[in-house]
């Protein structure tokens, strides 16, 4: 995971603006709760159609509750090819401190 790029808030919004696809890897029930605008929910159950499906040469940020289960989700998504794989420093707790959400 030292391939890893960790990005902060200021910089993962500047993504979210010039839109890159922000995935979620929480729980369901956190999704749907609250979540960064437009982001995609990562789960067992859907990750190979997101894969398959999905533009990898887009840039992506991935993100889960502290930032620490989504470095692992961000080295997936490289060795699946993604190219611009990047996770959110602080996760979900840092964009809802600074940032806009929905629900």
């Not at 808030?9 to 890159?20: D, V």
């Not at 990898?56 to 470095?71: D, E, F, N, R, W």
Request: net charge negative; hydrophobic share 40%; aromatic share 12%.
């Amino acid at each position: 995971m030292d391939d890893v790029k960790e990005i902060s808030f200021e910089k993962a919004q500047q993504f979210l603006q010039s839109g890159a696809t922000f995935v979620d890897v929480r729980d369901p029930a956190s999704f749907e709760a609250a979540h960064v605008p437009g982001a995609v929910y990562l789960s067992d159950a859907n990750i190979e159609k997101f894969v398959k499906n999905t533009d990898k040469s887009k840039p992506i940020v991935a993100y889960c509750y502290h930032g620490h289960t989504s470095l692992g989700a961000a080295a997936y998504l490289m060795d699946q090819g993604f190219t611009e794989v990047y996770s959110l420093i602080g996760g979900f707790e840092s964009w809802r401190h600074h940032g806009t959400i929905e629900s």
